[in-house]
């Protein structure tokens, strides 16, 4: 009886050390991942980080340019106030005439008065 005895000890040691071989090996397998997870993380970090520092100088760049269009519309309404207030004056009368027209252009002949 002891030759099954040393045998079942050698058979569980085989186990054993066969079960240790694989744990190590997953835990490699883990680890190497994990350094892939993190090496696509930065890469996707930087990518992020480039597409938000071209953004930020094109808003930059089109606040920039309407500051300046501003600007300009400004100091034209500025320097000729007459010939603004003469266009809000005409594009307000050709509003009403257009409007007036529809209004009579409808069949009925319903007032609001």
């Known amino acids: 009886m002891p030759d099954e005895s040393e045998a ?18 997953l835990k490699q397998e883990v680890s190497n991942l994990n350094r892939s997870l993190a090496e696509r993380a930065k890469e996707m ?24 269009q501003a600007h300009s519309v400004s100091e034209a309404v500025k320097e000729n106030p007459g010939t603004i207030s003469s266009a809000m004056l005409v594009g307000g009368l050709i509003g009403f005439i257009l409007g007036m027209l529809m209004g009579q252009a409808d069949g009925r002949r319903s007032r609001w008065y």
Do not use: P, V
């Open 8 to 25: 079942s000890r050698t058979t569980q040691r085989e186990r054993q050390e066969a079960l240790e071989a694989q744990i190590a090996q």
């Open 45 to 68: 970090s930087e990518r992020a980080s480039g597409w938000y520092d071209a953004a930020t100088d094109r808003a930059s760049r089109a606040t920039e340019a309407m500051r300046t």
